[in-house]
């Protein structure tokens, strides 16, 4: 139905910034999308999404430094990571929801060095 590629990961120290992007391959208007991200030996966790009415939710962890948003016209979702910590270093999926089924992109690595 629709495949999501994730890019804009890499190698930050901390305090440093980082913007993640998500582009999809067909229209994301209108359908429920958001980034997770997963560090070895967690489990899958939320980062931030917007819901089905448009609000957004963010991680305690990364409320203040992190920024979700979307650009319906260039199929894009987007992550402004700011403040960097070491504890941020995970790989971030891509998440969209269409139809009751949850698609994901294939990860990008943030790594944060102290």
């Known amino acids: 139905q629709v495949q999501l590629v994730e890019s804009g990961g890499g190698l930050v120290q901390a305090g440093g910034s980082l913007t993640l992007s998500c582009a999809a391959s067909?229209?994301?208007?209108?359908?429920?999308m958001g980034w997770y991200r997963q560090a070895p030996g967690n489990q899958r966790a939320l980062v931030a999404s917007?819901?089905?009415?448009?609000?957004?939710n963010y991680a305690d962890s990364v409320k203040g430094r992190f920024t979700i948003s979307r650009d319906n016209a260039k199929n894009t979702l987007y992550l402004q990571m700011n403040n960097l910590k070491p504890e941020d270093t995970a790989v971030y999926y891509c998440?969209?929801?269409?139809?009751?089924?949850?698609?994901w992109g294939q990860g990008t690595q943030v790594t944060v060095s102290s």
């Open positions: 067909r229209s994301i208007f209108g359908f429920r």
């Open positions: 917007f819901t089905y009415g448009g609000s957004i």
């Open positions: 998440n969209l929801l269409a139809a009751g089924i949850n698609y």
